[in-house]
């Protein structure tokens, strides 16, 4: 079986030791060692001043919205994951739907303003499979019409957009650490913000609101991880080169050997340092992309629709048509891709692909 991804896992014995220390300690959350040591690392990997680690990428898009404190509607991506939308309706917001950019995929900066109103606060933009959004564009709206950015860059590490991390951009930029991104936790997210004032609120957000044993600063919520979450993040962080590297080995082989297969694939903003997180193909039709789909899962390959069905179609948003994403739902999906496939598998997915087109 080879399936969309497969989470990397660093040798055992290294975990283990890590583990140890916990043991000893009998310090297993609440702020420990190695979730400061490993705040501390990420921020050092990625030139960032700011961090705090939480236990997902969801909760970190809610404490986002909480810790700007966001009111009203939030202008956002239909072609995402659904926790992006899902966030802001469980925080009593409204979603504001703006279609994306057929190229890159990501939310079209040049219809965000048309759908801005009195009652808007901010702009929740994705970077697709990591892909940088226009973010100068992007930042100008927000600047003429005095808005907030948060950028949900779950498939965004490694990402680097003119020199910088990806994550230093917007008011607040996210992050998922879940077990199916190329660096995990297990289960994790993170914040980023350039504002220390910001990042003291989100840090009271996350542990319940206190500011000490017996007082509390704000509403907060349990947005805490764990020391064995922590562990799994410091030694995955040692391989995380190698890992980059390896997708971008598997991105050029799938690139080579699919030249002659009819399809499209998504255009990487410029300027950009991209993680190959995902390889995402898109065919003429909706028929099509279900026949190869149906000849993939025969011989027991699994890609995935990402994402599918569009936001903008969920039982608890105002329904509205948003054609490009829908079209791109429709026609997408994403190859296997992760630190251990084989050349091998790569070929046969690659010939299944190509006996699907020619028949």
């Known amino acids: 079986m080879i399936n969309v991804t497969k989470p990397f896992l660093p040798p055992i014995e290294e975990y283990n030791s890590l583990l140890q220390g916990i043991w000893k300690r009998s310090w297993l959350t609440n702020n420990g060692p190695l979730v400061n040591e490993f705040e501390l690392k990420v921020k050092e990997y990625c030139r960032l001043d700011h961090m705090l680690f939480l236990n997902n990428g969801t909760i970190a898009i809610q404490i986002a919205i909480k810790a700007l404190e966001l009111t009203g509607e939030i202008i956002t991506t239909p072609f995402s994951y659904v926790a992006t939308t899902s966030s802001i309706v469980w925080e009593g917001l409204k979603p504001v739907f703006v279609d994306v950019d057929a190229e890159t995929y990501n939310i079209d900066p040049h219809k965000i303003e048309e759908a801005i109103t009195p009652a808007t606060s901010a702009i929740l933009a994705t970077h697709v499979f990591g892909n940088p959004c226009d973010i100068e564009a992007i930042q100008a709206i927000a600047d003429k019409h005095n808005l907030k950015v948060i950028y949900d860059a779950a498939h965004a590490f490694g990402v680097k957009y003119k020199g910088k991390s990806v994550f230093e951009y917007g008011d607040i930029s996210t992050t998922s650490f879940h077990a199916t991104k190329l660096f995990h936790t297990v289960e994790g997210g993170a914040v980023f913000t350039k504002d220390a004032a910001l990042l003291k609120k989100m840090t009271y957000l996350r542990n319940f609101g206190h500011s000490g044993p017996e007082h509390f600063a704000d509403l907060g919520i349990n947005g805490k991880n764990s020391e064995f979450h922590a562990a799994m993040g410091l030694v995955n962080l040692k391989y995380i080169d190698g890992i980059l590297a390896s997708r971008k080995r598997q991105t050029d082989f799938y690139k080579e050997n699919l030249a002659k297969l009819r399809h499209s694939t998504q255009t990487i903003t410029k ?60 026609r997408i999906i994403c190859l296997p891709l992760y630190h251990d496939l084989a050349e091998e598998e790569q070929l046969f997915i690659i010939r299944l692909l190509m006996r699907a087109q020619n028949n």
């Open 271 to 330: 300027d950009t340092h991209y993680n190959h997180s995902y390889f995402p193909v898109v065919f003429e039709t909706e028929e099509h992309t279900l026949k190869y789909i149906k000849a993939l899962n025969a011989e027991w390959v699994f890609p995935r629709r990402y994402f599918h069905p569009v936001l903008n179609k969920l039982p608890y948003v105002d329904r509205v048509d948003m054609p490009v994403a829908e079209s791109l739902s429709n």
